[in-house]
């Protein structure tokens, strides 16, 4: 469909000046001033951005690693994120991360860490539904 059917199926009439939508309020734009207490835009884009960039772990994750006996120091924990920032600059999409003994699957896209296991209860060396691995 070419623009010139659009513009006869549907009228387009230019803005006049001062006839705006801030005049008659059809975009949602009042002309007023916004609310003291309301926050600027750049601010909550830092804060959903922040959100996506913090790795989440999963209940499934959260049980596994109690159950194996897993503690992550704050160093190993900042590994695993420079690991699944790496692998999400290179495309990845599903990935394990091995740290020291320790190895994550990790959903890069979402940011969600699905299980942890560790050497002593790693009974098989095969993985599967990944698809790049990251040794940090």
Same mark, same amino acid.
């Given at each position: 469909?070419?623009?010139?059917?659009?513009?006869?199926?549907?009228?387009?009439?230019?803005?006049?000046?001062?006839?705006?939508?801030?005049?008659?309020?059809?975009?949602?734009?009042?002309?007023?001033?916004?609310? /003291?207490? /309301?926050?600027?835009?750049?601010?909550?884009?830092?804060?959903?951005?922040? !959100?996506?960039?913090?790795?989440?772990?999963?209940?499934?994750?959260?049980?596994?690693?109690?159950?194996?006996?897993?503690?992550?120091?704050?160093?190993?924990?900042?590994?695993?994120?420079?690991?699944?920032?790496?692998?999400?600059?290179?495309?990845?999409?599903?990935?394990?991360?091995?740290?020291?003994?320790? /190895?994550?699957?990790?959903?890069?896209?979402?940011?969600?860490?699905?299980?942890?296991?560790? !050497? /002593?209860?790693?009974?098989?060396?095969?993985?599967?539904?990944?698809?790049?691995?990251?040794?940090?």
């Amino acid at each position: 469909m070419k623009v010139a059917d659009l513009q006869r199926n549907i009228p387009i009439y230019p803005l006049e000046p001062g006839k705006g939508a801030a005049k008659t309020g059809k975009s949602g734009v009042t002309g007023q001033p916004p609310p /003291a207490n /309301a926050k600027p835009f750049a601010e909550i884009l830092q804060e959903k951005i922040g !959100n996506q960039q913090s790795l989440r772990f999963s209940a499934h994750a959260i049980r596994r690693l109690e159950e194996r006996s897993v503690r992550m120091s704050e160093s190993e924990l900042m590994r695993l994120n420079q690991g699944v920032q790496q692998l999400d600059e290179k495309g990845s999409k599903n990935s394990l991360v091995l740290i020291d003994d320790t /190895a994550y699957i990790v959903s890069v896209k979402n940011r969600i860490v699905v299980t942890a296991l560790n !050497n /002593a209860v790693a009974t098989t060396n095969v993985f599967t539904n990944i698809d790049s691995v990251a040794i940090v």
